[in-house]
């Protein structure tokens, strides 16, 4: 079980990153897979998941427009392009697997990677 993100760092207002997390064959083959983010002071949430299981996608309503989620089969690769951020996207990002039955909850990611740190100012 591995997922290790990376790409984060500091980006001014408006401006855009993008995060990758490289998953281990059997993780990446979870039908549920995701970012979430934890910023100062707050609790974890999600920020956008997709439900391979039901080619759904779901964003929170802070980054809808902004964010897209995205996967790379082909190297196992889930990313998260993040554009327009701002301020408050300030947090430390995790990517996240597991599975589901009906649909992604927050419950159902089960592995976790280390996190990546995104600053905006």
């Known amino acids: 079980v591995q997922l290790v993100e990376s790409g984060g760092g500091s980006a001014q207002p408006g401006g855009s990153l993008t995060l990758s997390c490289a998953a281990g064959?059997?993780?990446?083959?979870?039908?549920?897979m995701g970012w979430f983010r934890q910023r100062p002071g707050k609790d974890r949430e999600g920020v956008a998941v997709?439900?391979?299981?039901?080619?759904?996608?779901t964003y929170a309503d802070s980054v809808k427009g902004r964010f897209i989620i995205s996967k790379d089969n082909a190297k196992n690769i889930l990313f998260l392009q993040m554009n327009s951020l701002k301020s408050e996207d300030t947090a430390m990002y995790y990517c996240?697997?597991?599975?589901?039955?009906?649909?992604?909850?927050?419950?159902?990611?089960?592995?976790w990677g280390q996190g990546t740190q995104v600053t905006v100012s």
């Open positions: 996240a697997a597991g599975d589901a039955r009906v649909s992604c909850v927050t419950n159902d990611f089960i592995y």
């Open positions: 997709l439900w391979i299981g039901g080619a759904q996608t």
């Open positions: 064959r059997y993780t990446y083959k979870r039908n549920c």
